[in-house]
C-alpha cells in the first residue's frame, strides 16, 4: 500500500472514530432529556392523581 492510501485509511479511521464519539454523546443527552420529562410528566400525573387517592 503507497504512502497516499495509508493516509487517507488513517484519516477515515480518526473520522470515524469522531463520528462514534459524538453519536455516543448524543444518546447520552437524548437519554438524559427522556428520563427528565418522563419524571416531570410523572410528577403531574401525580398531582393531578393525589386529590383521588387522598379520598
Given at each position: 500500500?503507497?504512502?497516499?492510501?495509508?493516509?487517507?485509511?488513517?484519516?477515515?479511521?480518526?473520522?470515524?472514530?469522531?463520528?462514534?464519539?459524538?453519536?455516543?454523546?448524543?444518546?447520552?443527552?437524548?437519554s438524559?432529556?427522556?428520563?427528565?420529562?418522563?419524571?416531570?410528566?410523572?410528577?403531574?400525573?401525580l398531582?393531578?392523581?393525589?386529590?383521588?387517592?387522598?379520598?
Open positions: 500500500m503507497n504512502e497516499p492510501e495509508q493516509t487517507e485509511k488513517e484519516r477515515n479511521r480518526e473520522i470515524a472514530q469522531n463520528e462514534r464519539e459524538r453519536a455516543a454523546d448524543s444518546a447520552v443527552r437524548l438524559s432529556w427522556a428520563i427528565g420529562v418522563a419524571v416531570i410528566l410523572g410528577l403531574i400525573a398531582g393531578f392523581a393525589w386529590p383521588w387517592l387522598r379520598r
